[in-house]
């Protein structure tokens, strides 16, 4: 049975541009929004706020959820399971050294994303962009008695939408 990697990211938008990081995966350099593992007993909302800040930085605050997405690797069949929330700048710090295997923070715009989508880390990224365009957002409660969240994919994955 193939496992399930379960993972939270942000849509941060700024001036029509999007806060994306660049980073090594697999030995390449793919595009994606900031994002990462949850850590043992941390909320969904809590590990948006670290991996963002360890990732680009950026402090932010969690906002609503826009979606939980499931991408099955297409040659692996590796299931990823992505949780991704809006989120909003409060500060940025250029200064700050970012995680390792982030080789740039950026902001793009979308045009700039969709022209880049052949290096886009799964077709998550893009989705969950136009998710957050077209205003798409999910009940708060959705993950609610679920902590911690790692023991509980099953009933994550019963409300992901197959990108």
Avoid at 20 to 28: F, L, N, R, Y
Avoid at 41 to 61: F, H, K, Y
């Amino acid at each position: 049975m193939q496992t399930t990697d379960l993972t939270v990211s942000a849509v941060v938008e700024r001036d029509g541009r999007y806060l994306m990081v660049e980073e090594i995966t697999s030995g390449a350099v793919v595009l994606n929004q900031p994002g990462g593992h949850l850590e043992s007993g941390e909320s969904p909302e809590e590990a948006v706020i670290r991996e963002v800040l360890e990732e680009t930085g950026c402090d932010v605050a969690c906002g609503e959820l826009i979606g939980v997405y499931l991408w099955i690797h297409p040659q692996t069949r590796q299931q990823f399971l992505r949780i991704v929330y809006v989120a909003t700048l409060l500060n940025e710090d250029e200064a700050r050294p970012l995680d390792d295997g982030i080789v740039a923070k950026r902001w793009l715009s979308r045009a700039d994303i969709e022209h880049r989508r052949p290096s886009l880390r799964s077709p998550i990224v893009q989705r969950c962009i136009q998710d957050f365009e077209a205003g798409r957002r999910q009940p708060d409660a959705l993950f609610s008695g679920m902590r911690p969240l790692q023991q509980h994919v099953h009933a994550v994955l019963a409300s992901a939408d197959l990108v």
